[in-house]
Structures are given as structure tokens and as C-alpha cells.
């Protein structure tokens, strides 16, 4: 076996089998994670619970997702991508285990927390596509990549109620389970392995640090609603995470090797990424959620059209389909243009698919158009990002920049849930002690939805024009050289 670039070892599989399992490992990640969400109603009856404690099955998803993206990612560099892939798909058959055969509550939890590690797959896995696919197959791969996080985002929504609906609670587990053991199994035996050892050390006190940050912060977004923006809990809670924070960021710029490289995080391109990251993953939820509640809620509620669960599902199946059928459309893009034109465009035709999403509402033809629209703009950008990080940042440390990006993401879906919830508390109609969304509400987040797009357009045009695409040698060739 001939030894690649950054210290893996080449393997027999072909390019497209590498990116079809990698890309099938993403798909499984972003099921994972939003594969409850559309039954968050259903859980204290399933668990016996009140409303309160069961929302925490969302929550520990999310939370460990946050924790862990960071800490896998840096492993994922030092260590090599193969074996943290494996090891998170693991932690995800294991927790999806628990779900299936336990009623438990707190095994629930437990099993929550187990497969919102896996948020840190996709990261890892555009990392391991850098490092082992000829250069002129790495932005198709990314690209790729980075539409599992919409396909498997918009398909969890639907496919959770078809699945619950005709196959019971455990099934939902059972096939996640199913599909992280095969992949592993894959993955371990089909891709490059690093064999060149690492001599960082890990920054374990950082990584504390980091966590004592994040888990104030994360429970701020999730739970203000609940509690109460200005509660002394939530006020509490983010004075801990603001003292955290400022006592890890002197403490990872005395590391020699910190658990985040603090310097890749300040470069122009890096910082504004993920800044339109937050953004984008905010607008990109809005769309899913907003276009299943409009073809489920009844016909009596204003701007419902009263379709079936099972009805709901196979219109939103078009929507992930979009995102799939989109991807190899922004590789193309991506090595035509460079990250951040694509990333504008993207951004641009979100706007404009979400004044599309206003307009066209009468029909379920309409609604499934207009969140198609609006997928194929968030394909584009997702596309984007990872690509323009990666020009940014040496190759060492793509996994961990990535993961930081992919954080990002995660902080714009809360606080896209946190938003959506508190419109639809000031514009949402009560029946029979069920309270439904309106046309009110759906047009009021729609707007909000224009506004974000084009302020994530506007500042990605300050990202430097320095769009490069990976050479012949593993190292980076500038696609333009003009820089504003």
C-alpha cells in the first residue's frame, strides 16, 4: 500500500466509493440528530414525563452534539479521521440501541446524548475527503458532503412520523442502529488509515474549559423560552459561560497544542463563515419546519392545508431530494467560481426563494415548490463554507476548523427553534387546547428569513477573494489571486 498525503495509507476503494460511504455516514448523522423532532409533542406520553423534562431528548442531543464536535474534530487531526469516525458511529449504534429496547427515561437521555456526538461526523468526514481523493475530486465529494446535512435534516422530519406512525417507536432506533453498524463496518475496512503518529499532546484542561462554556450557553438557547429570557437561571447561566470563556481563551493562547487554534479562528475568511454559518443554518431550518406545519395543520386554522402524516412525508421528500439533486450542480459551481461566489449566490437565491415562499402558499404544490427553491440556495451555501475554511486553514487542522463551523451551524438551529417559538407564541391561534401556527406566522418568519439571506450575502462579499481548490501535491493553488 503507497503511503498519501498527510500520512494515510491508499487503499484499493475507488473515489466514488469513498464519497458514497462517507456521504452515507453524514446522511445517518443529520437523521440522528432531527429524526425526534416533528414527535417532540409525543414524548411525555411515551416516557410518561411532563412537557418540561421531556424536552430535555432534544436538548441532550444538542448539547452533547456541541460538546463533542470541537474535542472529536482535534482528535480527528491529531489521530487520523478514520478511527474517530468509527468510534463516534459506534457511540451512535449504542445510544440508538438503548432508545430501541429501553422505556427508560433517563436511558433515553443517555442514548440522546450518545447519538448527538455524532454531529461531529460530517466535519471529519470532509477532512478525511481532503486528505485521501484526488484533488479533482475533492469539491464534488465536499459538496456532496455538505448536502447530507439538508437531505438528512429535511428527510428525518417526514420519515419520523411515517416510521412512528406505521412501524411503532422502536423502529425509528432499530434502523439507526442498523445503518451505523454497516457503517463502520465500511469504513473500517474500505477507507485510508493514517499511520503516521502524532506528537501533539491533548489539551484536556481546554477541552474543560471549552465544555464549561458551551453548556451554559447551549442551555441558554434552548431553554429561555421555557424559563424566561430574563430569569435569574438563564441570567445566571450566561454570566457562567461569558466567565468561562474569558478564562479559556488566555488559557488555549498559552497551549502549544490547544484544544482550537484560537489564530485560525480570527482570519478574516474563517470568522466570517462562520458567522453566515449561524446565519444560514437559521434560515435553512425555518423552511423544513415551517413547510411541514403548513401542509399538516388543519384547513380551519388559517394557511393550513390539513394534509396527512403520511401525505406530509412524501411532499417533503422532495425537498431533501433537492438538496441531493443540487449538490453536484455547487461542485461544479465551487470549481468554477471558488467558495465564496457560490456562497453569495447561494445566500442571494435563499432571499428570494423565501419571497417565493410568501407569495406562493395556496396550494401544496406551491408549498413544495417554494421550499424546494429554498433547499437548492442552502445547498449552495453549506457547499460553500466547508470549502472556503479549508483554503483558509493548513491541512492539519481542516477537521478541527471544520467542526468549529459545523458548531456554528448547531448555535443557528437553536436559535432558529428559540425564534420560531417565540413568533408563533405572540401569532399562533388555540383549538381545543392545541395551538397552530397561522399565515401570520408563517409570513412573519418568512420575512425574517429575507433579512438573514441577504445579510449573510452581504457579508460574505468581505470574505478576501482568495477561493483555492487543492493541487496535484495535497497543498493549495489560488483560484483567484485578487484580493479586495
Given at each position: 500500500?503507497?503511503?498519501?498525503?498527510?500520512?494515510?495509507?491508499?487503499?484499493?476503494?475507488?473515489?466514488?466509493?469513498?464519497?458514497?460511504?462517507?456521504?452515507?455516514?453524514?446522511?445517518?448523522?443529520?437523521?440522528?440528530g432531527t429524526l425526534l423532532v416533528p414527535l417532540v409533542s409525543r414524548l411525555p406520553e411515551i416516557y410518561d414525563v411532563s412537557a418540561v423534562p421531556a424536552s430535555w431528548i432534544i436538548t441532550?442531543?444538542?448539547l452533547a452534539g456541541a460538546l463533542a464536535t470541537p474535542i472529536l474534530t482535534r482528535l480527528a487531526d491529531m489521530f487520523g479521521a478514520r478511527l474517530i469516525i468509527v468510534a463516534t458511529l459506534i457511540g451512535l449504534v449504542l445510544g440508538s440501541l438503548l432508545l430501541a429496547i429501553s422505556d427508560s427515561f433517563a436511558l433515553a437521555i443517555v442514548g440522546r446524548s450518545l447519538q448527538g456526538v455524532a454531529a461531529a461526523l460530517v466535519p471529519v468526514a470532509m477532512s478525511l475527503m481532503k486528505h485521501v481523493l484526488p484533488p479533482e475530486r475533492v469539491g464534488f465529494g465536499v459538496a456532496l458532503m455538505s448536502g447530507t446535512l439538508g437531505a438528512?435534516?429535511?428527510?428525518?422530519?417526514?420519515?419520523?412520523?411515517?416510521?412512528?406512525?406505521?412501524?411503532?417507536?422502536?423502529?425509528?432506533?432499530?434502523?439507526l442502529a442498523i445503518l451505523g453498524a454497516l457503517l463502520a463496518f465500511l469504513v473500517w475496512t474500505m477507507l485510508p488509515k493514517r499511520v503516521t503518529e502524532s506528537k501533539q499532546s491533548i489539551d484536556?484542561?481546554?477541552?474543560?474549559?471549552?465544555?464549561?462554556?458551551l453548556t451554559p450557553l447551549i442551555l441558554v438557547v434552548t431553554q429561555g423560552n421555557v424559563w424566561g429570557w430574563l430569569s435569574r437561571p438563564i441570567i445566571g447561566l450566561t454570566l457562567l459561560?461569558?466567565?468561562?470563556?474569558?478564562?479559556w481563551v488566555p488559557w488555549e493562547r498559552r497551549q502549544r497544542d490547544p484544544i482550537v487554534h484560537l489564530g485560525l479562528l480570527v482570519l478574516r475568511p474563517v470568522a466570517l463563515t462562520n458567522i453566515v454559518a449561524i446565519i444560514?443554518?437559521?434560515?435553512?431550518?425555518i423552511n423544513l419546519f415551517l413547510a411541514g406545519q403548513q401542509l399538516a395543520v388543519p384547513e380551519f386554522v388559517a394557511g393550513g392545508l390539513g394534509l396527512s402524516a403520511d401525505a406530509t412525508g412524501l411532499v417533503m421528500a422532495f425537498p431533501a431530494g433537492a438538496v441531493a439533486a443540487a449538490s453536484p450542480l455547487a461542485a461544479r459551481l465551487l470549481r468554477r467560481f471558488g467558495g465564496r461566489w457560490v456562497l453569495i449566490a447561494g445566500a442571494l437565491f435563499m432571499a428570494a426563494s423565501y419571497v417565493a415562499r410568501i407569495?406562493?402558499?395556496?396550494s401544496v404544490f406551491e408549498i413544495a415548490l417554494g421550499a424546494v427553491l429554498v433547499c437548492v440556495g442552502t445547498c449552495l451555501a453549506l457547499s460553500a463554507m466547508p470549502m472556503i475554511i479549508m483554503a483558509a486553514v493548513p491541512s492539519e487542522h481542516t477537521a478541527s476548523a471544520n467542526g468549529i463551523n459545523t458548531l456554528c451551524r448547531m448555535l443557528g438551529t437553536s436559535l432558529s427553534t428559540a425564534g420560531m417559538a417565540a413568533v408563533t407564541s405572540f401569532t399562533a391561534v388555540t383549538f381545543d387546547g392545541t395551538e397552530y401556527p397561522t399565515t401570520e406566522t408563517y409570513h412573519l418568519l418568512f420575512w425574517a428569513c429575507v433579512v438573514l439571506s441577504m445579510t449573510a450575502a452581504l457579508l460574505t462579499t468581505a470574505i478576501p477573494?482568495?477561493?483555492?481548490?487543492?493541487?496535484?501535491?495535497?497543498?493549495?493553488v489560488t483560484e483567484s489571486a485578487t484580493a479586495p
Open positions: 500500500m503507497a503511503l498519501m498525503r498527510s500520512g494515510y495509507v491508499r487503499r484499493a476503494s475507488s473515489p466514488n466509493a469513498v464519497i458514497v460511504v462517507l456521504c452515507m455516514v453524514g446522511i445517518v448523522a443529520a437523521l440522528g441532550s442531543t444538542l438528512g435534516s429535511a428527510l428525518g422530519l417526514p420519515l419520523a412520523g411515517f416510521m412512528y406512525t406505521h412501524l411503532g417507536w422502536s423502529s425509528l432506533f432499530w434502523g484536556w484542561f481546554g477541552a474543560l474549559l471549552l465544555t464549561v462554556a459561560s461569558l466567565v468561562a470563556f474569558l478564562a444560514i443554518a437559521m434560515a435553512m431550518l407569495l406562493l402558499d395556496g477573494r482568495r477561493d483555492r481548490l487543492p493541487d496535484g501535491h495535497g497543498g493549495l
